[in-house]
Every structure is written in structure tokens, then in C-alpha cells.
């Protein structure tokens, strides 16, 4: 059964990353650098078997050996491009032009804010909204509304809040917006306010006190008007730093796919339909990064553009959005902290003729669903706007389509191929499959757990002698090389013999690992090992000599 996210604590999942060395904080001796983080040997060991999960599932063996839409193997290859490419790329893209979001700037505090997410930030990233939250006090007993102490209110208005957002009406006109608050939260127990009638309304007090509705998360002042802000960075190639040389960190991989395809087509043999696969870091700059690495400035995208006949793309758009979704259950993500959700009409680029997207409930946007991966019909979109910019011709000549020819050949079909893109986030979905693995019970000795799908853990097994003498770190020393041997391919197996074996389970557990195999009184007298399950915390014996095929059957290895 799955465990809804929103109850797991993201503080607690935070500290895990960190103190297992999944996650670090990049430059963190200095400071930290908002926006980017750094992979431990844990976390870069499973990044690394999400990555390999995607090329293996999408480019070695597509789709499982599963066929396609017209009844044939689905066709893969693998590309590899540069994060900078001619300016001229993204002029044809369009992200020079529009790749921007709308943005706020305060007038009190200099804070920038993006217009969209205005509300979403004040209610999940404000220090003032959560420090007025906390002035709540639980709800009595049989009621569901918590209450509001006017008094203490009062007093965080001339202390705390003044310091925090002095320019909050909520702060320099306490009594009025007090008032109301009061009189909502207190006074209606049958229909307690959500928590976006509460920001509502002390947006609405600021209308009235600054003219502008909208109070600025951080201080409370007023917010410019939305004004474009780029979210490309910028560097320069070459020995002058001038507009000549001005070059950009590519926001996403798909680019380069485009620009290459007629160099695929040209140089392979391979045949329409066919996808091309690109992975690798892309950069924005985030106005607001923030959700741990959810919101990044620096991530791993994940790319496959999918190219075929205009006449199949719906067939194919279908098929991809299906199978992306079925991929991520497989490697362990479940459900109902998964959803595919189809865009509505409004919501689609001019050029699309359908995009879904598959989205994971994490702790921080339950009970709403955050963007794991996007799957998105672009018909021949970006073919059409490089062969413009550049002038190279990158229509296809189809050899297998058009009329029967007296010879039993065909006679060809020449046309721009449609794209579907199915384009996943390896962070977030390195993210979402942490929050989902995570797992309290305490009822256990080691409370908190990670259930890691085994082909994503990124330990596979543990081997510990029971105690440090009697023969027994020496048995285990020889099968953890007998299995590292085996599984090393897979992110390998560990040896620990320090502190008390609680402790020991208890390391694995928080890392994922889902097998800890013990050498123990029985493995010296009747050569038989305890092999611990880290989900159910039970215990078998093994014979020695078939560990490493017990094992093999349970990775699915
Ligand atoms: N080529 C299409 C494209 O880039 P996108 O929806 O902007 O589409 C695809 O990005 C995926 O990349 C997203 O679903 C998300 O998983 C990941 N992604 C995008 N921006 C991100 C960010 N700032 N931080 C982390 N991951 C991000």
C-alpha cells in the first residue's frame, strides 16, 4: 500500500539526504549558493541508476521490447550534445525571444517575485504568512477550527511582524485586519477558512492600505508591475567579452537533438519512425529555485524526441504518454501520489496537438502534484524553425511510404517528421522516488527507512560479520568480494563490521539497502548466513553458498 506523501515530513527527508550524503547543499563551507545542489556518493550512485533505468528502458531496449503504435519494436538512439550551442539555436527555438517569466520587484524590500506564483509563494515560503500562522492555536476539542489569540496577535504586529514585514497592513493597521480575522477564525466553527481565504484577506487589507493588492512575501510592501525577466544565463566564447560572443547555458537538452537530426538520419541506418535520446544538465535561472532540488538553477533533464509521419504523431503522443506513466510505477513510484494529467485546450503551445504531464504528490505541494516529466505532441514545430534560421534542409525522405512501384518498391515520401517529446527531470524524479521510499515506523529499532526500488538503490547488499573476531570477518570479507564481484555493475554491496548491528541495519535501512546478510555462530558451525529484509525487517537463513543467487533472484537481477 502506499503511504500518502503529505504526511512525510520533508524536514525529516531533508536531514536524512544530508546525513546519509544523498544530497549537499553546492558550496555549503561557503554559505551555500541558492539553487544548487550536490549529489553525496549515495545520491549520485542513485541519480546514476536513474539515469542508466531511463537509457536502458529508452534507448537499449525501448519500452521494454514492447512494439509501437503500428505494430513494430519501438527505435532508439542515444546523442550526446554541448550545453553551448550557436546563439543562433535558441533564436530558432524561440527562448531568446520568449523565455522569460513575469516578474515583481518590491518597492520596499528590492525582492523579486514571480507573478504566477505570488500566492503559492506567500503561502509556502513566507516568513511573515508563517510566523502569523503559528499565532493559531489548535482546535478545542470537538471542533475543527483552531483559534486566534487577538492579544498575541497584537503583540506579534508590534514585535515580531514589524521586524519581519513592516510594511504588512496586518502590521502598521493591526486593529482593522485584526478584526476580521478574529471574527472569521473564531467565530465560525462550522466553516473554518482555508488557508487561501486568510492570505486573501490579508491581501486584500493591503489593497487598502497601499493601493496594490498583492503584498510582497517577503516585507509585505507593494509589488511592481510583472516585467520579463530571461531565464537563460549568459556567458561568453572567445577572447573579447562582447555582444559577438555572447553564448547561453542551454535550458534544456531537446535543442540539441533538433540541430542533429539530419546528421542521425544521414549517418545511421536507422529508420521513421525513430527517437533520439539526449541527457544531461540544464540551466535556468530560477527567479524563485526553492522545494529542496525540485526548483534548481543547475538539473539533469532526460530527453527523447520521437520522430514520425504527421499521420501516426496522435498514435504516437498516446503511446508515449502511456508508457512514460507505467515507466515510473515500475521503478517504484505508485499510486496515488501519481497522476497523468492531459493539459486543457487553453493550456497548449499554438503548435501542440496535445500535452500531458506526469506528476508526483510530494510533501511540499500536497495536496497538489508537482511536474515530474512533460509529454508533449510539438508537431514538426523546431524542424520547421531551424530549417528556417539556418537554411539547411531538414526534411526526411521516406523510403518505406508512397506508392508500389512496378519493381515492388516504394516509391518514397519526402516531409518534415512530427516530434513527440516525452522530457523527464532526472532531480525531480531522483527526489520523488526519495520521498516516496521514505518511511517511518516506530515501532522498529531503526524508525526511519528507505523502500528504493532495488534497481534504483543505490547499495544492493550489505555484509556484516556479527562480531570482530571467531573467524568471522574473514568469511565475510571473502563473500562481500564473491558478491561485489557479482553485483558491482549494479552500484555494489558494502562491508560494515563497526558498532552494534542495530546500528549497522540501521545505516542500510536509511540509505535503502534492501538486503543486510549476516555471518553469524551458525554461518562458522552449519555455514549458514541470516539475510535481514530491510521492508518487513524479517529474517531468513541462507546457505553460504547460495547468497549470491538468492540474491540475484530478489534484485531481479
Ligand atoms: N524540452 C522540454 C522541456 O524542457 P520542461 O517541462 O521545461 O520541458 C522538462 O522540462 C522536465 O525538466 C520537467 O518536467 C522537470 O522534471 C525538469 N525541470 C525543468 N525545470 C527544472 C528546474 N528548474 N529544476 C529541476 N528540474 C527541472
New binding site residues.
Given amino acids: 500500500m502506499t503511504q500518502d506523501s503529505s504526511k512525510k515530513p520533508m524536514d525529516a527527508i531533508m536531514a536524512l539526504c544530508k546525513r546519509r550524503g544523498f544530497i549537499y547543499q553546492a558550496s555549503e563551507i561557503y554559505g551555500g549558493i541558492n539553487g544548487f545542489w550536490d549529489y553525496g556518493p549515495m545520491g549520485a550512485q542513485l541519480k546514476k541508476n536513474l539515469r542508466d533505468a531511463w537509457w536502458q528502458d529508452m534507448i537499449l531496449r525501448p519500452c521494454w521490447g514492447r512494439n509501437g503504435p503500428n505494430g513494430k519494436p519501438v527505435r532508439n538512439v542515444g546523442l550526446e550534445t554541448c550545453i553551448i550551442q550557436h546563439p543562433k539555436v535558441w533564436e530558432a527555438s524561440g527562448h531568446l525571444a520568449g523565455f522569460a517569466d513575469p516578474m515583481r520587484k518590491c518597492a520596499g524590500c528590492g525582492h523579486f517575485v514571480r507573478a504566477d506564483q505570488l500566492w503559492d509563494t506567500i503561502v509556502t515560503a513566507s516568513e511573515w504568512f508563517a510566523s502569523v500562522i503559528q499565532e493559531f492555536d489548535p482546535a478545542p476539542e470537538g471542533t475543527q477550527t483552531p483559534r486566534l489569540n487577538a492579544e498575541r496577535l497584537m503583540k506579534w504586529a508590534r514585535t515580531k511582524g514589524k521586524r519581519l514585514a513592516p510594511n504588512l497592513a496586518l502590521v502598521r493597521n493591526p486593529e482593522v485586519t485584526l478584526s476580521w480575522l478574529v471574527t472569521r477564525v473564531n467565530g465560525q466553527p462550522e466553516s473554518p477558512p482555508e488557508i487561501i481565504e486568510i492570505v486573501r484577506h490579508l491581501a486584500t487589507e493591503q489593497l487598502n492600505v497601499t493601493g496594490l493588492q498583492d503584498p510582497c512575501p517577503r516585507c509585505g510592501a507593494v509589488l511592481g508591475e510583472p516585467a520579463p525577466f530571461k531565464l537563460m544565463f549568459e556567458t561568453f566564447a572567445g577572447l573579447t567579452q562582447t555582444e559577438d560572443n555572447k553564448v547561453y547555458l542551454r535550458p534544456?537538452t531537446?535543442q540539441g537533438v533538433f540541430v542533429q537530426f539530419k546528421n542521425v538520419a544521414d549517418t545511421t541506418r536507422i529508420k521513421m519512425p525513430f527517437g533520439i535520446g539526449n541527457t544531461g544538465r540544464?540551466f535556468?535561472n530560477?527567479i524563485t529555485?526553492r522545494n529542496f532540488?525540485?526548483?534548481?538553477?543547475e538539473?539533469e533533464?532526460a530527453?527523447l524526441e520521437f520522430f514520425c509521419h504527421p499521420d501516426e504523431s496522435l498514435d504516437w503522443y498516446k503511446f508515449w504518454r502511456d508508457f512514460r506513466m507505467e515507466w515510473w510505477k515500475e521503478i517504484g513510484l505508485a499510486g496515488e501520489n501519481l497522476i497523468l494529467r492531459e493539459h486543457e485546450k487553453d493550456e497548449l503551445s499554438h503548435y501542440s496537438q496535445g500535452t500531458s504531464d506526469v506528476e508526483y504528490r510530494f510533501p511540499f505541494t500536497s495536496p497538489g502534484f508537482g511536474?515530474?516529466?512533460?509529454i508533449?505532441h510539438r508537431g514538426n514545430y523546431d524542424l520547421t524553425q531551424h530549417q528556417k534560421v539556418s537554411g539547411a534542409k531538414l526534411d526526411f525522405f521516406d523510403t518505406d511510404r508512397g506508392e508500389i512501384l512496378p519493381n515492388g518498391g516504394k516509391k518514397g515520401e519526402r516531409y518534415l517528421p512530427h516530434c513527440i517529446?516525452p522530457?523527464?527531470?532526472l532531480?525531480?524524479g531522483a527526489l520523488a522516488l526519495i520521498c516516496e521510499g521514505y518511511t517511518r515506523d516506530d515501532s522498529r529499532a531503526s524508525p526511519e527507512f528507505l523502500k528504493l526500488h532495488p534497481r534504483i538503490a543505490p547499495v544492493k547488499a550489505a555484509v556484516f560479520p556479527l562480531v570482530a573476531k571467531d573467524g568471522m570477518p574473514e568469511v565475510a570479507e571473502k563473500l562481500h568480494a564473491e558478491l561485489s564481484d557479482k553485483f558491482w555493475k549494479l552500484g555494489g554491496v558494502e562491508m560494515d563490521e563497526k558498532q552494534s548491528i542495530g546500528k549497522r541495519y540501521a545505516r542500510m535501512d536509511e540509505i535503502g539497502t534492501p538486503f543486510c546478510i549476516t555471518i553469524d555462530g551458525d554461518t562458522m558451525a552449519v555455514q549458514t548466513v541470516t539475510v535481514r529484509d530491510r521492508d518487513t525487517a524479517t529474517q531468513q537463513k541462507v546457505s553460504l553458498d547460495k547468497v549470491g543467487a538468492f540474491l540475484s533472484e530478489k534484485l531481479g537481477v
Avoid: H
Fill in positions: 534544456e531537446a540544464s535556468r530560477e529555485p532540488t525540485f526548483r534548481s538553477r538539473f533533464q530527453e511536474e515530474l516529466e512533460g508533449a517529446e522530457a523527464a527531470g532531480d525531480r
